[in-house]
């Protein structure tokens, strides 16, 4: 089941102002914590996928610390934001590409990477399994996901208010993740959870680390 017209239209309207419109609804702070946590997973890592990638905007983050980086997305706008962001990199490819069913061979990757992907689409486990398939035996599994979950009442209600006010209404599929129910589906779809913390000050997200085992 690929992404819905509704959902591309709804990513490529938001492509334009989306780097700029993220950090004033959650905030500067939230991608700091988010950076420091991220690049420490990524060592000495060969091929890597990540799946969600929007205007590349995490994948920077990454890009000296792997060999080969395949950042993909369906919404074109998206990519192209992603293009100019990773251009530079000889080491990184933009392409696009469906979460749900990728373009890839089995046993591909040693780490695949995602990014506020989960709380967005209809069906996250599929997305899993899809992450399963393509990443080789003992490869990593990267999560970041933004959540309301653990924020304190009033700054959840600031970022809802920036949040209608900067992009309207919510993602089609929009839901909010917490690292009980995040984890519970990362091991269903075969993961073993080998780092699972919320970070951030006011602004929370999940961060997880999984490892496919066989
Ligand atoms: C909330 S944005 C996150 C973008 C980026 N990872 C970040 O955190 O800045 C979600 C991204 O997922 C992409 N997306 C949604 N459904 C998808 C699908 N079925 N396949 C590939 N990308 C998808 C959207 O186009 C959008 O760029």
Redesign the pocket.
């Known amino acids: 089941m ?3 017209r509704e ?2 239209e ?3 309207r ?2 334009s102002k ?2 700029d419109g ?1 950090i004033y609804v959650v905030g500067p702070a939230i991608y700091q914590d988010v950076k420091k946590w991220l690049t420490n997973q990524f060592k000495d890592m060969s091929m890597v996928l ?10 920077q983050m990454i890009t000296d610390r792997v060999k080969h980086l395949i950042a ?4 074109q ?3 192209e934001r992603a293009k100019e962001k990773l251009g530079q990199y000889n080491n990184v490819e933009v392409r ?5 069913g990728t373009s890839f061979e089995n046993n591909m990757f040693d780490a695949i ?5 989960l ?3 209809k069906e996250p486990n599929t ?1 899993l399994n899809e992450s399963y398939r393509v990443l080789k035996p003992g490869g990593r599994l990267v999560i ?1 996901d ?1 959540t309301g979950h653990g924020m304190p009442f009033f700054s959840k209600m600031g970022l809802g208010i920036r949040y209608v006010r900067t992009w309207g209404k919510p ?1 089609p599929y929009n839901h909010s993740l917490n690292p009980t129910e995040l984890s519970k589906t990362v091991k269903e779809a075969g993961f073993v959870i080998e780092d699972v913390k919320l970070v951030g000050r006011k602004t929370k997200a999940i961060c997880l680390n999984a490892k496919k085992v066989k």
């Open positions: 690929p992404g819905s959902e591309y709804y990513w490529n938001l492509a989306f780097d993220s990540e799946l969600g990638c929007g205007t590349g905007y995490f994948s993909t997305d369906m919404s706008e998206m990519l696009k590409d469906d979460c749900y990477l995602l990014v506020n992907l709380h967005i689409v997305v970041v933004l993602a």
